[in-house]
């Protein structure tokens, strides 16, 4: 009986001993993947936080580059941080220590609000006009000191004239002396010496006022061809800046592409006094680089200002197949400037058809059309508004074909209006290069809306966060391309001088 009770215990301990283990294993097996499970969820939280932070940083770099252009209100604080910008970001550090240096041209009495890129070119421009005002005062000062150059020579030349009225008197006085009072000899004599040290003083005198207003002739004309370098120097860079194009930039960016490709929305609005009707070009955001050499892919209209900073608009000339309307694509016109109208202004007749007759009512009524204002070709005083953004010249007549001095004074009046326009800056282009691009955002490739358009026609496209330079999935309205494809692609032909 005893060794079976012992035999009963054996077999317990060592069942449970089985048990113990079992129970061993199992707690590692849990323990060994729920630590595995922790690790991954730390994992996924890192790569979020990453992202995040990703994102916080573009947001940040977008906001700074907004207030560069004059976007957003920049304070005196966020300029100094431009200086020694650190995001990790070596490309938008070195724009921002750029920008921060560019900022510095602007003078003490312009406020914080003011110095960003957007105003640089009116600082210039009020520069450049202060430049010409300076030029005309010292010409002015210039003209006092040769007018009083020519009354000092003419006083000179009054003594002269007196000095030998004086000569002759004594040389009388000395005869009838000799005649009379022979005996007072010696006397006339000294009287003689005496006229002779007068005479030769007053000629000494003559010479020394001869000599200065010399001097003073060489010393004027010299400043005035200080002056004249001075005016030619600053006239070819005025040429160089406004008319070498490097004023001219993108206005805005495609937003968003809505329903079919048809219908855009881009980063400009009410802030920005955009108003309905304005044209822009569509140009890939890979080519504003140098924008004189880009090309327009489409055509977009607004239609709707719906925010400080976001429009909706129509597309009136299709891109092609091979490059379609993409978020990040930029905008032009050069009809139209954030806040202020662009003007235009014509010279002479314009003949745009070849049939002897001008086309001016025409052409300023496309111009109209597109948001612009047209502008005199000269003032009175034969200057130029500096603010006027192209010269639209039309071909110069022939001679030789009829009436040869009409043609004449046309030509000469067409070469005056270009040299006003040289001198104040303005660019000078072709009507035929105008009409080109007047062509391009022609409104009869427009698709109507009126008021039987609906609004879930024109929903948001979805996009998943990221801009692809070829999408796969095209809309039908490119795989059609029914015709109101984009044909003038050249946006050299407006941006390029004559």
């Avoid at 429009?311 to 009136?316: C, F, G, M």
């Avoid at 003032?379 to 009829?402: A, N, Y």
Wanted: charged share 30%; with cysteine; proline share 3%.
């Amino acid at each position: 009986m005893a060794a079976r009770d012992d035999s009963v215990i054996r077999g317990s301990l060592i069942t449970c001993l089985i048990l113990l283990v079992l129970s061993l294993a199992l707690n590692f097996i849990l323990w060994s993947w729920g630590s595995g499970q922790a690790g991954a969820q730390a994992k996924v939280k890192d790569s979020l936080n990453n992202a995040q932070n990703g994102l916080r940083d573009a947001q940040t770099r977008n906001d700074q580059l907004m207030k560069m252009l004059g976007g957003e209100q920049m304070t005196q604080d966020e300029l100094n941080a431009f200086k020694e910008m650190n995001s990790g970001d070596a490309q938008f550090d070195t724009i921002a220590q750029q920008f921060f240096k560019d900022m510095q041209i602007y003078g003490q009495d312009v406020g914080i609000q003011d110095r960003h890129y957007g105003k640089l070119a009116d600082y210039f421009t009020d520069i450049i006009r202060d430049r010409n005002a300076q030029y005309s005062t010292a010409r002015d000062e210039a003209s006092k000191i040769r007018t009083q150059a020519e009354t000092d020579v003419n006083a000179a030349r009054a003594a002269q004239q007196k000095a030998e009225q004086e000569r002759e008197s004594l040389a009388k006085q000395l005869d009838d002396e000799r005649a009379q009072f022979a005996a007072a000899r010696n006397d006339m004599v000294t009287q003689m010496e005496r006229a002779k040290d007068s005479k030769r003083k007053s000629e000494l005198a003559l010479q020394e006022l001869q000599q200065q207003s010399r001097n003073d002739k060489q010393l004027l004309t010299n400043q005035i061809a200080n002056l004249e370098t001075t005016i030619d120097a600053q006239k070819l860079e005025l040429n160089r800046i406004r008319g070498g194009g490097q004023f001219e930039q993108v206005q805005g960016e495609i937003r968003y592409v809505l329903k079919d490709g048809n219908i855009v929305s881009i980063n400009l609005g009410s802030a920005d006094a955009l108003r309905r009707g304005v044209t822009f070009g569509v140009i890939d955001r890979d080519e504003t680089d140098r924008l004189q050499d880009a090309k327009v892919k489409a055509s977009i209209q607004v239609t709707r200002v719906l925010g400080p900073h976001l429009a909706e608009a129509r597309v009136i000339a299709e891109p092609e197949i091979s490059s379609p309307i993409i978020e990040g694509d930029a905008v032009y016109s050069p009809f139209w400037a954030p806040g202020r109208t662009v003007k235009i202004a014509l010279a002479g007749p314009i003949d745009l058809d070849d049939d002897d007759k001008p086309d001016n009512e025409q052409l300023e009524g496309m111009i109209k059309a597109a948001g612009a204002e047209l502008a005199d070709n000269g003032d009175k005083s034969g200057r130029i508004d500096p603010s006027v953004r192209f010269l639209v010249v039309g071909e110069p007549p022939k001679i030789g074909t009829g009436d040869d001095a009409r043609a004449t004074a046309a030509i000469e009046e067409l070469g005056r209006a270009k040299e006003r326009a040289n001198q104040a800056g303005v660019t000078v282009i072709p009507a035929w290069k105008l009409q080109a691009f007047l062509r391009s955002i022609d409104d009869t490739l427009t698709q109507p809306l009126g008021s039987a358009a609906r609004s879930e026609d024109n929903r948001p496209r979805s996009v998943d966060g990221s801009v692809r330079r070829r999408p796969t999935d095209l809309p039908s309205i490119f795989t059609d391309q029914r015709g109101r494809v984009q044909r003038n692609k050249a946006l050299s032909d407006i941006l390029s001088p004559q």
